[in-house]
């Protein structure tokens, strides 16, 4: 325990001498910046009735730095402002070890002592980049691991709360406030002793990948939920305040979308759940190859799951066709991805999306190998219906947005690295060099690498 306090008290060290760093260089509000920092300066005036149109999240972040303000007589200037993101970056070690704990069944490591892997996992390149800029995703993630860590607990009401909170950083946390509900009865039903009101066999044996075991294991599955319905409902009733809430700022508002309508309007973007799990793949692979089975034995089983029957063979067939189909009905070419030439994505959309009309389709193969490598990372320890329940969320949230942008893969990222019990020793070294020199990359780039003309690059 104490090897991993130091270890958590170099994290917040490196954390702090980043953000002091961040200052030193970006000594102008940059990027989204310019529309936060006023807002959050405007509510530490007490002028509480300003609000910017062209801000599309709620203002959770600026309550935040308010309630900083006003509780430890912090000035609202630009550098205590990004540090009340780094605050929510340094509490995401004992988050991280917590829902890894969850996964694992495990007890939880004491509170200040967060393991080597929770470490690691907050070193997320995404997380760790934006930590540092007043932006709302950290404290947004933050205040869903909250949550779930809450309802895993079966802290319900708690839970609930802190399901609220997260809604002021990001609406479409409504959905990991009931993803947060699902994983702890999950759970739960799973272990509690001769439970028979929910069908819901090991994952591995009710592969998606076989339609006849998955016609009639989802399928039962599906229709045994009713059953369980009345043993679930009490713990609900604290998340019905927070849909009903929800549901009267929908109203109010006349949608989801906050602020700027005209540049965020929900399309259905089916090709963004295939980027996340490629995403997902190129910044997590040490995690998927470095299991107890090892990467050929993985590879193999991939193989297999796609290729090993005639029956898989062709569901393989169809999944591609349907791939395929909405590739080309359901691409977004979002204006911001086009113009902006200051994010890495504007670089790949232009250099290889949109190198030959074709490109986008030669993915398809590897978004399923990707895919099922996930899975089957992820469900060997796990229900069909507790791996299905994370991929429910993350369609919820990924499929209305049309703009390709990593921020937005970063609570369904964590929650499925989570998920992954079984990393080796050797596993976990690689996943933090991989994450350090991807993190040392583009920090570099953006801190001592702006370019006249164009500005600081970033993801």
Not at 106 to 118: G, M
Not at 253 to 275: E, F, M, R, S
Not at 340 to 359: A, K, P, Q
Not at 390 to 411: C, D, G, H, K, Q
Request: aromatic fraction near 14%; charged fraction near 15%; proline fraction near 7%.
């Amino acid at each position: 325990m104490l090897l991993n306090r130091i270890l958590y008290l170099v994290f917040c060290g490196v954390a702090l001498s980043l953000l002091k760093e961040y200052n030193n260089e970006v000594v102008e509000p940059y990027m989204d910046e310019p529309f936060h920092v006023p807002q959050a300066q405007a509510y530490c005036r007490g002028e509480w009735s300003t609000w910017d149109p062209k801000i599309t999240t709620p203002p959770g972040l600026y309550i935040l730095s308010v309630l900083l303000h006003r509780i430890f007589v912090f000035r609202c200037n630009l550098a205590l402002l990004r540090f009340t993101v780094t605050l929510t970056l340094i509490s995401l070690p004992l988050l991280c070890a917590r829902l890894l704990a969850f996964h694992q069944r495990r007890r939880p490591p004491p509170l200040l002592a967060p393991s080597p892997e929770a470490l690691v996992l907050s070193t997320f390149p995404i997380a760790w980049f934006y930590g540092f800029l007043y932006y709302t995703d950290v404290p947004s993630l933050v205040s869903v691991l909250l949550t779930v860590m809450l309802a895993t607990q079966h802290r319900h009401l708690s839970a609930a709360l802190i399901g609220i909170i997260s809604c002021l950083f990001r609406q479409t946390n409504i959905v990991w406030v009931m993803y947060a509900f699902a994983t702890s009865q999950l759970m739960r039903l799973r272990f509690r002793r001769g439970n028979m009101l929910l069908h819901d066999p090991p994952a591995l044996s009710a592969s998606p990948g076989d339609c006849d075991i998955l016609s009639g294991d989802l399928l039962r599955s599906i229709t045994s939920a009713p059953a369980a319905f009345p043993e679930l409902f009490l713990r609900f009733i604290p998340y019905t305040l927070v849909l009903a809430l929800f549901g009267a700022f929908v109203l109010w508002n006349g949608g989801i979308v906050l602020g700027d309508k005209a540049n965020h309007v929900p399309v259905l973007h089916v090709p963004q759940t295939y980027y996340f799990i490629a995403f997902a793949t190129l910044i997590g692979w040490p995690a998927v190859i470095f299991g107890r089975s090892g990467p050929v034995k993985l590879a193999n089983e991939v193989a297999r799951r796609m290729f090993g029957t005639k029956g898989r063979v062709a569901f393989t067939a169809l999944l591609s066709a349907f791939m395929a189909f909405t590739v080309h009905e359901f691409t977004v070419h979002h204006p911001f991805l086009l113009a902006d030439n200051r994010h890495y994505t504007f670089y790949v959309w232009r250099r290889v999306f949109m190198l030959h009309s074709i490109v986008p389709y030669l993915f398809i193969p590897g978004y399923q190998a990707c895919a099922w490598a996930w899975w089957l990372r992820v469900a060997g320890d796990q229900t069909l219906l507790q791996t299905l329940v994370l991929p429910l969320a993350s369609l919820i949230t990924l499929l209305p947005t049309p703009l390709l942008e990593p921020r937005y893969f970063m609570v369904p990222y964590i929650l499925l690295r989570a998920q992954v019990e079984d990393v080796s020793s050797v596993g976990l070294v690689v996943e933090g060099l991989w994450y350090g020199a991807i993190n040392l990359v583009t920090i570099y780039v953006f801190l001592y690498r702006e370019r006249a003309g164009v500005g600081r690059f970033m993801w």
